[in-house]
């Protein structure tokens, strides 16, 4: 972890970087912005603590907590509610065993997120796994994604 922070610090000091960019390269090398990688930052660039966990928590591009191996996102708007997305939303948290408290499975395979559109309603209710959007989703065929992730890991 230090090798990479201390590349992350580096670059902030010779490009005059600022407090957001730092969190984006936090993000980029861990996947999630760790209270110790934010910590040791600020400590070695003097700057308090709370102005990372400010922008990280304003931002919904960061996550203060290990995200999964396997990124499954859900939408939530209107046309994807109207033609099932609770379903399948309900259906995975029960598959993966993850609660309305959390995100990630215990094992780190599998995230689930909800988001408030995707920007695909023609082909509603749309998911996304691992960046790669999926329309007309069923719990059928959300089952058959996970079984295929499971088999892949």
Known sequence: MNE???????????????VLTILQDIEKYYGYISEDAVCRIARELDIHPSRFFGIASFYSQFHLKPRGKNIITICRGTP?????????????RMELDVSRDEETTEDQLFTLEEVNCVGACGISPVVAINGQVHGEMDINKMMREISKLRADN
């Open 4 to 18: 990479c922070l201390d590349k992350i610090i580096d670059n902030y000091l010779e490009n005059e970087g600022n």
């Open 80 to 92: 994807c509610h109207i033609k099932g997305s609770e379903k399948i939303l309900g259906r995975m």
